[in-house]
């Protein structure tokens, strides 16, 4: 089963408001990364909380983390269409040496003009 | 700088047979990975390297086989290619380890099918 599920699949939003996207996982964990895709290209990675945080910013981009509730949740505000693509979660833990980097399902956000 | 580039960026094969995948990273990261990505699945580490010479298997290892001859190249191999490896591929590189809030950088991703 995976670390993390996201929640919705799939959100469609006009542009100027906000999404919010969330990620559950199962145990412990390090940190927690969020990365964008866009269609047919690569992940870039946005932003990074580590287990001890509970809130951070870049821009746009909020990222909250509930440790006692395992999850975090990736708020975009004023939307853009250039903001459509997909968002992943994943969550670090430990196991071995250099941790374990598992990615969700993804939340695919449409933003129409 | 070019970051992470994937050769090919497509390619379709026969099952049985065989092909590889070439992750190139400019930037001197000691940490490189192979994942792939499913419909539905998320991404999922295939092998991983934490330094020249170095090879480890992650979640999905099987089938595959990968080198790292060179600390700015890494290959992944498909020995006899089967259907159920039909996929897009991403490598991606880190300067630190996950554990170390080291973030990774992905290639474009090479699709694969297989017949």
């Known amino acids: 089963s995976q670390q993390g599920e996201e929640d919705p699949q799939a959100l469609s939003i006009q542009e100027g408001e906000n999404a919010t996207m969330n990620c559950s996982y199962k145990t412990s964990i390090n940190n927690l990364q969020w990365y964008r895709q866009n269609s047919g290209r690569g992940l870039v990675h946005l932003i990074l909380?580590?287990?001890?945080?509970r809130e951070k910013h870049s821009g746009r981009l909020r990222v909250t983390l509930d440790t006692s509730k395992k999850s975090s949740s990736l708020l975009i505000t004023a939307s853009r269409a250039a903001d459509t693509a997909s968002y992943f979660c994943a969550t670090v833990t430990g196991g071995t040496s250099y941790g374990k980097l598992t990615f969700g399902q993804g939340t695919i956000l449409t933003v129409h003009p | 700088n070019a970051g992470v580039t994937q050769t090919p960026k497509f390619r379709v094969l026969k099952t049985g047979q065989s092909m590889t995948l070439l992750c190139a990273q400019d930037m001197n990261h000691e940490y490189m990975y192979w994942y792939r990505q499913d419909p539905g699945m998320g991404l999922r580490l295939i092998h991983y390297s934490v330094g020249e010479g170095t090879t480890a298997k992650g979640e999905v290892p099987d089938g595959y086989n990968v080198s790292r001859l060179k600390k700015q190249n890494f290959l992944l191999g498909l020995e006899s290619a089967a259907p159920s490896q039909t996929s897009v591929y991403f490598c991606?590189?880190?300067?630190?380890?996950?554990?170390?809030?080291?973030?990774?950088?992905f290639g474009p991703g090479t699709r694969l099918t297989v017949l």
């Open positions: 909380i580590r287990s001890n945080e």
């Open positions: 991606a590189s880190s300067y630190r380890t996950p554990l170390q809030t080291g973030e990774q950088f």
